[in-house]
């Protein structure tokens, strides 16, 4: 069974930094495309990276160069930096995986960013 479990959220000011971690297990990371997505509270969910297995990685418009995403293929762990964060970054951040297709989602952090 595959699971993704999301870690580092939490409270930080504007301008600090966070780093999220997703930790994944019955499957390999490094075979597989992996990502971070975070809903707001009333907005729909956007991509925030993705990393392929393969590739380039890409970023929403929003980020403008503050976060990077980052693998572990040793770990199974793949992370979210996150700097110079904005109010506006206060959501629910999810990790995922997509491995041949089959999608597979963590449950979500936290992460709150008081002005």
């Known amino acids: 069974q595959v699971q993704l479990a999301e870690s580092g959220g939490g409270l930080v000011q504007a301008g600090g930094s966070v780093r999220l971690s997703c930790l994944v297990s019955?499957?390999?990371?490094?075979?597989?495309?992996v990502g971070w997505s975070r809903q707001a509270p009333g907005k729909q969910r956007e991509l925030v990276a993705v990393?392929?297995?393969?590739?380039?990685?890409h970023y929403g418009d929003f980020v403008k160069g503050r976060f990077t995403i980052a693998r572990d293929d040793d770990k199974n762990t793949f992370y979210l930096q996150m700097n110079s964060l904005e109010p506006e970054d206060t959501a629910l951040y999810y990790c995922?995986?997509?491995?041949?297709?089959?999608?597979?989602w963590g449950q979500g952090t936290q992460v709150t960013v008081s002005s």
């Open positions: 019955g499957t390999s990371a490094r075979a597989s495309t």
């Open positions: 995922y995986l997509n491995r041949l297709g089959d999608e597979y």
């Open positions: 990393q392929p297995r393969i590739g380039v990685k």
